[in-house]
Structure formats: structure tokens, C-alpha cells
């Protein structure tokens, strides 16, 4: 018998790790209207930019407005965004953004060549931004990309990502997603590190990312749920991509989440139709087909509906 | 702890599965060089080809004159060929193929609606081709189409699927492959129909035949595996399609599964990087891209590969 959870939380990321991808840049207009469209789908979270340099991430430029129309008529979903530093913290505050994300890479061969420093040094160098979060009443957490291996080292001893964790919550941050932004993992290894740290970190609350670069992103969630694990972002339409891997495919679609999710009897409380017309705009809007086999099969009972119709 | 098993055993279907839902028909020449490939990269087991009336599936039509070209030259692969009925044993024994397969559908209604018979009177009826590959000294074995669902009816009772597995077991079939050819198959349903029939049929040597529909063939595979399953079909580059659903994605791609199996350690002896140059070789003789993320990603090594030229 498996052992699977009764409910999951999923958090929707398209809007930033799927939109900051794109070459095009899409009004805010239509972010707004987005983000109304998930909210109506149940989405419980939802990334919803991130507050990096607008030179370096033009397509982030505008998470402060999109905030701004948002955040206080939404009070119930958890609105998320990115932060490179204490001047993300700052944006946060003025925009009326609740809830923030740090990040770390944990590859210790990239950050020592790039910036002369091991990953933990990085994280404890955070503790400006957790005070800042702190003091304006501003929740903070923090990730870490590619634990499931990176294209620098490969796969990483776990006692390295032990340590980066520690440098987390000697910051004070408990809430930490493991991002598989190299889309390196597969379902046994993600299943041993959920394990592994699940037991070791019962005060963390852990968030699973998985880019499905590979085609594993779905299986590795199983997996992670296996273990234990609860809360997982995913992106409408699979948007977004591997930095490392030019046209690989990008973050696990987020219809191909809820379909699994809800065909294995796992709640999400997110309405699969609602979440499928909001993929369909943005792609649209996008001009793109996405990277999604439920938005080009449907359902199992769009199937059985289909077949339906056609012998009547 | 998951429980995996330490090897697994792969039949390649993209001759046969992936083929017969291609508009172009290959050259006999191509299909041979294909199974010389194949064999090369070390699969176990290869679906060569079927024997239904060419009419009926032009692509196929030369499935005999293929087995004339290898059937005695690879001693130690099991080919295999998809035979209608009687007629196709004849054929597999003038041509010298030692191993059938027999299909027939999960789906009550469907069988009723356009044989007037159920599934197990179709597999009673198999008992001539069982009597005639005895005779001749071919194996012989059974599939169970849609077993995970249904376009028809959806869910199918276990009650049903056991009834057609008593069929082929009362016909003397002992090797039975369940195919999700409509892709409705998610992981718990198949991780606990998989516990089921393992447990009541432990004289059965199975198979399980994944599309990847919904893009969940692999963690499909994945929970079959953790029920004790070690024997799957894959198709190179993801060829194949689901007859239900236009344009949706074809059969689970080998390359995408033997990286997750390598990843997981779990032996299959068969060389990736000799599956990836066949899939490769295939896709260009049909000039199309196929539904294989390996194929556009590399695995893990190669990526760790590419970026240590990159920064030598």
C-alpha cells in the first residue's frame, strides 16, 4: 500500500518562474486579470513575481503595481514573490507584499567560483533581509536550487545541503523549497532527501519544486509525497525553462499536477477547469503551446465525455 | 524506505506500437537496420512487428519478411510479434517468429457493443491459437488493453480485469501484459491493481504497457515497480499515440525511462546512449521530433559533461 497525503497544497509559480522565461514581456494588465483567474481556481498560493533588478529581469519590472492592485483584495491566498536581497524587502513593504522567498543555489563549486563564498556564507549573509521581513511583518522563506544535483558537481552530498538548511534556520528562516531548477532529479533520490530531511527538520515546512527537464517532475512528486512532503509549485501551461539546457522543457505543468493529484484522490481544493482556461489565456496571450499533455488530452472525463457524445 | 527492484526488464515497442500510428510506412531495409541497432544497445525483449491483414495496417505489412531477416541471427533477444488470431500463427511460424501476443479489451461495453461477446469469451476463443502455437513451438502470450480505464465505461471493476486474466489463464496464457493504451492510467490505481493481481496470480509472468497520455506513463512505471512489477514495454523517441485522443502523445519514451530506471539504480543491461542514437535514427528516417525529453535534455552526465567544457 502506498502512503500518499489526503491533501496537498500547490503553490502556482507560472507567473514568475514560467513568465520571466519568456522573451516577451506581458502587460500588467494581464498579469492582474491572471492572477484573478487563479484566484478563482482555488489556488491557495501563488508566486506572483519577484522583486530582482528590472534591468536584469525586465519581466519581473512590474511586481511592485501587480501587488499594489492586488494584495489586499486577495486576504486569503498567500501571495509570494522573490527577493534577491534586503532591497527586495524593501519593494515588499511598499508594494504591500506579505510573504517573501530568498535563494540559494546549492552548488558550493558555483557559488565559491562566482562568488567567493560557500552557499551557507550566502545564506548567512540573508540575516539583514529575515530582520528587515521581521520587523515590517513580512513572512520570509527560503529555497534551495538544485539539491537534486547540479551541472557543476553533479549530485551533491547531502551533509552540503544539511549545511546550507542549518545556515536557513540559524537565520531564523523554517520554510525552504528544494527547487530542481537543473531538473536533475529522479523519483528514488527525491524520495531519500524528502525522508532524510523531513525526519532531520521537523520544524521546517518544506516546499518541492521540480522543473520536468527529464520528464521525471511527475514521478518525483509521487515520490516526495511518499515521503511525506505536502506543499508543491507548479506552473500552468509548464512554463518556464532550464537555465542550463536551452529549449528543455520547463516547470511541471501545473493541469498534469492537478490531474494526477486528483485521479490519485489527493485534494487540492484548485477546480482543474478553472486552472486549465487559465493556462489556455496565457498561452494565448503568449502565443505558445506550452509544454502540458492535459491541455492537449484532457481529462479522463473529457475522454469518457467525448466518447459519450460521439456514440450517441 | 521505497522498495524498488534491483532490475527490470524493457521490451522496445516503437517497431511495432510506435509505427502502426505513422502515416509514413518505413522500408523493410530501415526496420532491419533498426533491429540490428536495437539489439546492439542490448534490449532484452523487441516488439518486431504485428500480424494483422496488411490491408488493415499498411505499416505492418512486412512484419513476416522482417523476422525472415533476424529471427535466427539473435538467438538470445526475445522478438516478439501482435498476432489478430489464428491466421497470425501461421504466419509467425512460416516466418520464424518463436513468440505472439494475442490483444483484447478491458472494456465490456465496447466488446458487447461491437462483438456481442465479452472480453473473456473473446480470450475463450483465443484457445486454437494457443493449441497451434503449442504445436509449433512458439510462445505464446495475452494483453489486456485499457485495464486503467476506458474512454466507454471509465473506471473498470477489478472484478472485470480478473475475469479476463481467469480467461486467459483457463486458455493456458500465463504471460499477460496490462496496456494503458487510452492513458487514463495515475499511479495509485495502478501501484494497487498491480499489489492485486501479483498477489492473486503469482503464476503470471506481467507486463505493463504504458502511453503517456497524460503524462503520467512514468510515474506509472514508477509505482508498478514499488507493487513488485519488472517488466515494461517502452517505445524509442515516445512514437505510438493513443486511438482515442488526436494528436496526443504516443507511447512512454524509452530514453525517458531508462534514464529514470539508471537514476534510480535500477538495471536494465541495456546502454542509453546506444537507445538515444536509435530513437535519433528513427525520428529522422520519419522526419519528426517525437515526444522524448532525454532526446532534448541529455541526461544528467551529459549536461555535468557539457558544463565542464563550457568553463574549461
Known amino acids: ?9 500547490i503553490c502556482e509559480v507560472g507567473l514568475r518562474d514560467g513568465l520571466q522565461n519568456e522573451q516577451q514581456i506581458i502587460s500588467t494588465e494581464d498579469k492582474i486579470a491572471l492572477m484573478e483567474d487563479l484566484v478563482e481556481a482555488g489556488f491557495p498560493v501563488i508566486e506572483v513575481g519577484s522583486f530582482m533588478h528590472p534591468k536584469r529581469m525586465p519581466q519581473m519590472a512590474d511586481t511592485d503595481e501587480v501587488f499594489k492592485a492586488i494584495a489586499a483584495k486577495y486576504p486569503n491566498v498567500e501571495l509570494r514573490a522573490l527577493i534577491p536581497n534586503l532591497r527586495g524587502v524593501q519593494r515588499a513593504v511598499d508594494c504591500g507584499c506579505k510573504k517573501v522567498k530568498l535563494n540559494v543555489s546549492a552548488s558550493r563549486m558555483h557559488n565559491l567560483k562566482n562568488l567567493n563564498r560557500t552557499p551557507e556564507e550566502t545564506v ?3 540575516a539583514d533581509c529575515v530582520a528587515a521581513a521581521r ?13 537534486f544535483g ?13 549545511a ?20 536533475m532529479g529522479t523519483p528514488k533520490m527525491v524520495n531519500t532527501m524528502c525522508e532524510h530531511v523531513l525526519k532531520k527538520y521537523p520544524q521546517v515546512s518544506w516546499w518541492l519544486h521540480f522543473h520536468n527537464t527529464r520528464g521525471t517532475a511527475i514521478a518525483n512528486i509521487f515520490a516526495a509525497m511518499q515521503a511525506g ?4 509549485d507548479s506552473s500552468i501551461g509548464g512554463l518556464g525553462g532550464c537555465p542550463f539546457v536551452p529549449n528543455a522543457a520547463g516547470n511541471i505543468s501545473t493541469e498534469d499536477v492537478l490531474n494526477m493529484l486528483n485521479e490519485c484522490g489527493v485534494e487540492t481544493g484548485i477546480d482543474i477547469k478553472k486552472a486549465i482556461a487559465a493556462s489556455r489565456k496565457l498561452l494565448e496571450i503568449l502565443s505558445k503551446g506550452g509544454d ?21
Open 150 to 162: 547540479s551541472p557543476w558537481e553533479g549530485e551533491i552530498p547531502q551533509d552540503q545541503i544539511d
Open 164 to 183: 546550507i538548511i542549518d545556515a536557513y534556520i540559524a537565520v531564523g528562516i523554517t520554510e525552504i523549497s528544494l527547487s530542481d531548477t537543473s531538473g
Open 124 to 126: 548567512a549573509g540573508f
Open 229 to 232: 512532503m505536502t506543499q508543491f
Open 292 to 312: 502540458s499533455y492535459i491541455l492537449k488530452a484532457g481529462t479522463n472525463d473529457d475522454l469518457i465525455a467525448n466518447m459519450a457524445e460521439k456514440e450517441a
Open 135 to 147: 520587523e515590517n511583518n513580512i513572512e520570509i522563506s527560503g529555497s534551495i536550487s538544485m539539491p
Open 1 to 9: 500500500m502506498l502512503n500518499l497525503p489526503s491533501k496537498v497544497r
